[in-house]
């Protein structure tokens, strides 16, 4: 991706509580993260973030229903909290936070984030660099 929105994410930290916040693509690469996150840890859990999606997609129908939508994902922690949510066509909004954060304010201002910028958040699929016949 190559704009610079590490002002978004920085932007989702502004809830008291909330430490970090990574944008992935699909196939788990890391697109941005927020100021605070080393790259090598923000490439690590943006591998884990896209198995996560993956994962959560896969069980929605036991929720109920056919064809229910993944809207978000909560993971709880002893320290804390992960929040994720697409952000657009192919791309993914992560962040952590310390267990007493606003949940509500988190999400909230998650959303806020992907719902202003959704195109600038989105990623398309990566092309294979092999070359055909």
């Not at 978004?8 to 100021?35: F, K, M, T, W, Y």
């Not at 202003?116 to 398309?124: K, Q, T």
């Amino acid at each position: 991706m190559s704009r610079d929105l590490s002002w978004v994410l920085n932007d989702v930290l502004q809830v008291p509580g909330a430490r970090h916040a990574i944008l992935v693509s699909a196939d788990g690469l890391l697109l941005e993260r927020s100021s605070e996150i080393g790259r090598d840890e923000a490439e690590t859990n943006a591998a884990a973030m896209s198995s996560m999606q993956s994962l959560s997609r896969a069980v929605a129908p036991f929720v109920g229903g056919a064809g229910g939508a993944w809207r978000q994902t909560l993971l709880e922690y002893d320290h804390g909290w992960i929040f994720l949510i697409a952000a657009g066509s192919g791309a993914y909004l992560a962040a952590s936070t310390a267990p007493d954060v606003d949940m509500e304010a988190m999400s909230f201002r998650m959303q806020q984030q992907v719902g202003a910028l959704g195109r600038a958040m989105s990623a398309a699929p990566r092309q294979s660099t092999l070359s055909g016949s």
